[in-house]
């Protein structure tokens, strides 16, 4: 059975760092796309990034670019979300997610396109 276990998020202060891990089991990194996701009190779940299927290019949302990395240790079969300069907006319940599609040719950006999600971990940015 797919599963994916978020951990890493908690108290952070604006500008501060953290890195987020995604632990997949049941299935290969590899051969999905892997998205990570978030989503605020109130408001509607929000793509922040992916890997294509080979993890060799990461593409992320204008929100985030330039301030979040996601990387990929194929040994221990887990993603990371590396948050960089954070801020207050980066608050929320951060997510990671299986594509449904096997080895998609194309971004997968909507929450409805990944199958297999994991718990969540909660970032807040605040002083």
């Known amino acids: 059975q797919s599963q994916l276990a978020e951990s890493g998020g908690g108290l952070v202060q604006p500008g501060g760092s953290l890195r987020l891990s995604c632990v997949a089991s049941g299935f290969t990194l590899d051969y999905y796309a892997i998205g990570w996701f978030r989503q605020a009190p109130g408001k509607e779940r929000e793509f922040v990034g992916a890997?294509?299927?080979?993890?060799?290019?990461?593409y992320y949302a204008d929100s985030v670019r330039g301030r979040f990395a996601i990387s990929r240790d194929k040994d221990k079969n887990t993603d990371y979300l590396q948050m960089n300069n954070l801020k207050p907006e980066d608050t929320a319940v951060y997510y990671c997610?299986?594509?449904?599609?096997?080895?998609?040719?194309?971004?997968?950006?909507?929450?409805?396109?990944?199958?297999?999600w994991g718990q969540g971990t909660q970032v807040t940015v605040s002083s």
């Open positions: 890997t294509t299927w080979s993890s060799e290019i990461p």
């Open positions: 997610a299986r594509s449904r599609e096997l080895m998609p040719s194309n971004e997968v950006r909507a929450h409805d396109e990944y199958e297999y």
